[in-house]
């Protein structure tokens, strides 16, 4: 069973920056260079939306509305996903969380940003960027 724990969430003000990690544990029969991973986030009231995504060869993809401010990286020798997060605005207030899909790499070559395309997920670390 593949768990996922998020970390490095907290309160910022506006301007400021964070980085989020995703610990990835009990990876067996795949081996975690393998996972394409994502960012998503939720704010109260709000439907869950993708932030950014990358696949097992590093390919990227973003919301327009964190283009230029986030950078979602992963680091296989330690089974870690990232998300550096500059630029913060209040808007971005929310409960982040962390994906894994069982796929190196969608046919179009773009990492996809719809839960319904992942299969395991952490339990969210929260963000509060104030005003």
């Known amino acids: 069973q593949v768990l996922l724990v998020e970390s490095g969430g907290g309160s910022v003000q506006a301007g400021g920056s964070l980085r989020l990690s995703c610990a990835a544990s009990?990876?067996?029969?795949?081996?975690?260079?393998?996972?394409?991973m994502a960012w998503f986030r939720q704010a109260p009231g709000k439907e869950r939306e993708g932030v950014a995504g990358?696949?097992?060869?590093?390919?990227?993809n973003y919301a327009d509305s964190v283009k230029d401010r986030f950078t979602i990286s992963k680091d296989n020798a330690k089974n870690t996903l990232y998300l550096e997060m500059n630029s913060l605005k209040p808007e971005d207030t929310a409960m982040y969380y962390c994906?894994?899909?069982?796929?190196?790499?969608?046919?179009?070559?773009?990492?996809?940003?719809?839960?319904?395309?992942?299969?395991?997920w952490g339990q969210g670390t929260q963000v509060i960027v104030s005003s």
């Open positions: 009990g990876i067996t029969n795949t081996p975690y260079s393998s996972y394409s």
């Open positions: 990358v696949d097992s060869v590093h390919r990227t």
């Open positions: 994906a894994a899909a069982s796929r190196r790499w969608w046919s179009d070559g773009i990492p996809k940003l719809m839960g319904s395309e992942y299969v395991h």
